[in-house]
């Protein structure tokens, strides 16, 4: 979604005006089908809509006006169903932009009209119309904007069908199944289509099971269940929540009409908290209507009593907690990507509502004044998704806050979790927490290797005992990264604020010094060293070595594009990324630490960070210590090279693969292979980067084959610190007086015993 803003912003600056509005329709088309709210994509597209009008191109405005509309139907707390699709609104007229549509030859309005038009007909069960909709919709799906929702469109096609077969009209049960098959040849494509597909086989199965039924309506639905939690589950790993609570509701309508009530509850449920969640009232007002029995307990949502983030939290707070480590990986990602303080304190402050169901959350920063450590009130999120920036206010000067709960956190380095905060504990005297009543509270010290950096508050005053133990866990594990990121973006924004750019490369170069590593793990048998040249005060070479237990270590060195600032920001990035899912797998003591895997994370992080024209090259191996393997990854980087100076052997550790962000993740996950090697008594493995092989003299010769006749110049005895030295002093000779214009990097490893 961000990619997206940032390719429309900068269409825009270049003036290219029609290419950068049909960004603004993708952004639409993607936040329809991701986890966005949908009161929050509807007022981005609003704003779009807004703005589209003061730069006029008529078929940017319809298409921006439909996309809103569509979004405000769903988001209605009493739907008028039998005119649930139509497309008629505050700016979207159906009848009059269809005649004006027709009369035009516009297409891609009326293709992007019936395909919205199928989704809301499936969604309010009127399946019959689905179809006729469907046919409309296939007479435009060769527009070139338009084709892009054909696929999309066929889970909500088979599910017209499927549910038809239901009702008794057996002429569509061929249609359906050539549906599954279709999205089945597609889901091997792509990993997008893998709970679309496997929905619809699980509708399939259901079907066989209802054939099956016997008179005592005992019918095994293991089949069918089995489908559908693995839809649920790649739904929810690809962030699709609309299609999440769908699949949830056909999973419940389906264990319903098979006679298992116990699991047509636990699915009809959850779907009805995930529409409220994604904002779908309209989709909560259908489950009251057609699942009285087992929806009635639950609370009526609407836009009107409630704000998107209030419901998102009374939602979490009402719901089992569990400790998800892949949740904490992907918010922990999103964190550590980001450089620009105020999005970094929007990303944590909304993932800090989010993972604990605070309606309020407060972000105080630790500063040195004249000698003195003091908290200053840095940013305010609230339920309503408004960030609010402080300008750097004293905590001592601020009158809505406890302040005697955050001094006490800052002081001790301890949470405080105050269940009823303003009738029990330690701080019922508190003027602020008496007076607001508030019942929920959870002060949380922000530290980095125990230095403090900051304190986050966050208050929920709906529910006592909001901030339960999973929820503190998983902000606790949050918070380290946190106070990496946020010193890292404090970092960046005194450097912005230099006038002179000798100053500024001198910080940035202190940056990237500090992410790598002061000294290497002592590894059982064998030697490591290093050596980095940077060509300018900063650049975008890294290395490093985690140990990954079970005498494993990783080793990885990179190259991001680019030289000086922007490099070495990125580079801090991405060690940043790298250490902390490194940390959040071996914690969760998972066996996905391979290299391909870094190499998967790297590009997610460096697709989510980097503009399209910057990319990195970089190497992943782990190795066994105990077994004398080493296993290897690579995404366009120069390959390893293993040295057996006593059989005088040198193998080139060569992999397949693509630079981080050069590709989707599903791309990026093909091409990206990974090998393994034995590793000999006396053997040395050399890692380089391009500023080794193409430093050039004075001629404009590169270094190139000379770096091979350096390695095979080191002898069985030389360590690899003293084979660096040499293939160092050997590149610093033959450059002669030519400067050095890129980052040189190496890295070594020999086995000893």
């Not at 105080?364 to 998704?385: C, D, I, M, W």
């Not at 503190?472 to 990496?484: E, G, H, R």
């Not at 490369?505 to 059982?524: G, H, N, R, S, Y």
């Not at 190795?623 to 990854?633: I, P």
Request: glycine share 4%; charged share 25%; aromatic share 10%.
């Amino acid at each position: 979604m961000r990619q997206i803003m940032d390719w429309e912003r900068g269409l825009y600056s270049f003036g290219v005006v029609e290419e950068a509005q049909y960004c603004s329709l993708h952004y639409a088309a993607e936040g329809l089908q991701s986890s966005m709210y949908l009161a929050e994509l509807a007022a981005a597209i609003r704003e779009k809509v807004t703005f589209l009008h003061k730069k006029p191109i008529e078929i940017s405005i319809y298409a921006g006006e439909l996309w809103y509309q569509v979004m405000m139907r769903l988001q209605e707390s009493e739907p008028l169903w039998s005119e649930f699709s139509t497309l008629d609104g505050e700016y979207f007229l159906e009848k009059d932009r269809f005649q004006s549509c027709i009369e035009k030859n516009n297409t891609l309005i009326l293709g992007y009209s019936y395909c919205h038009k199928v989704h809301l007909a499936v969604l309010a069960h009127q399946y019959s119309k689905a179809i006729d909709f469907y046919r409309e919709f296939d007479k435009y799906k060769d527009t070139a904007a338009v084709s892009s929702l054909y696929h999309w469109q066929h889970l909500y096609l088979g599910l017209a069908y499927s549910s038809l077969v239901k009702q008794g009209e057996k002429r569509y049960w061929r249609q359906f199944k050539r549906v599954v098959k279709t999205l089945k040849r597609w889901a091997g494509w792509s990993k997008m289509f893998h709970h679309r597909y496997q929905c619809l086989q699980a509708e399939f199965l259901a079907h066989k099971a209802l054939a099956n039924r016997t008179n005592t309506r005992s019918v095994n639905t293991d089949e069918a269940e089995f489908w559908f939690q693995k839809a649920i589950a790649s739904a929810h790993s690809y962030g699709f929540l609309g299609d999440k609570a769908l699949i949830s509701e056909r999973a419940g309508m389906w264990m319903h009409e098979l006679g298992n009530t116990e699991k047509a509850r636990e699915y009809l449920r959850s779907a009805y908290e995930l529409y409220g969640n994604w904002g779908a009232f309209a989709l909560q007002a259908m489950m009251r209507k057609e699942y009285a029995e087992y929806v009635q307990d639950f609370p009526q949502t609407s836009l009107q009593s409630a704000s998107i983030r209030e419901i998102q939290a009374f939602s979490q707070a009402s719901s089992a907690q569990t400790f998800d480590v892949l949740a904490v990986m992907k918010s922990s990602q999103a964190i550590a990507g980001e450089i620009d303080l105020k999005r970094l304190l929007e990303k944590m402050l909304r993932v800090t509502a989010e993972s604990s169901g605070a309606q309020r959350v407060v972000l105080l920063l630790q500063e040195t004044s004249k000698n003195a450590q003091e908290l200053r009130v840095e940013a305010e999120f609230r339920v309503s998704g408004e960030l609010v920036l402080l300008s750097n206010t004293p905590l001592s000067a601020h009158e809505t806050l406890p302040k005697s709960i955050i001094e006490q956190t800052a002081k001790e380095r301890e949470a405080v979790i105050l269940r009823h905060a303003a009738a029990e504990g330690d701080f019922t005297n508190n003027s602020y927490l008496s007076a607001n009543r508030i019942k929920s509270v959870l002060s949380l010290p922000v530290l980095n290797q125990g230095k403090l950096v900051g304190v986050l508050y966050a208050e929920n005053n709906l529910m006592e005992g909001a901030f339960t133990s999973d929820r503190v866990q998983i902000l606790t594990m949050l918070s380290s990264q946190m106070a990496i990121s946020i010193e890292n973006a404090l970092l960046v924004e005194s450097i912005t604020k230099m006038e002179r750019l000798k100053k500024e490369m001198e910080m940035a170069a202190e940056v990237q010094l500090q992410m790598l590593p002061k000294e290497f793990p002592q590894i059982p048998n064998y030697e490591i060293a290093a050596f980095l040249s940077m060509a300018k005060e900063a650049g975008g070479d890294f290395y490093d070595v985690l140990p990954l237990g079970n005498a494993r270590y990783l080793l990885v060195i990179g190259d991001v594009s680019g030289k000086g600032m922007p490099a070495a920001l990125f580079m801090s990035a991405m060690v940043n990324t790298v250490r902390t899912q490194v940390k959040y797998l071996t914690m969760a003591e998972s066996n996905e630490i391979s290299p391909k895997r870094i190499l998967e994370i790297a590009n997610a992080m460096a697709r989510q960070s980097m503009t399209r024209r910057n990319f990195v090259t970089m190497t992943a191996a782990v190795l066994d210590a105990e077994r004398h393997t080493l296993t290897f990854s690579t995404a366009g980087h120069d390959p390893a090279l293993k040295w057996n100076p006593v059989e005088r052997a040198l193998e080139q550790l060569r992999t397949e693969g693509i630079a981080c962000n050069f590709g989707t993740e599903e791309v990026f996950a093909a091409k990206t292979s990974e090998e393994s090697v034995a590793i000999e008594r006396g053997t040395t493995i050399f890692w380089n980067t391009d500023g080794i092989t193409e430093a050039k003299n004075e001629h404009a010769e590169q270094f190139q084959n000379r770096y091979w006749s350096a390695i095979m110049d080191t002898e069985p005895e030389t360590s690899p610190q003293a084979a660096l030295e040499a293939i160092v002093e050997k590149v610093r000779s033959f450059q002669g007086t030519k400067a050095q214009y890129d980052d040189m990097t190496l890295l070594a490893i020999k086995r000893v015993g």
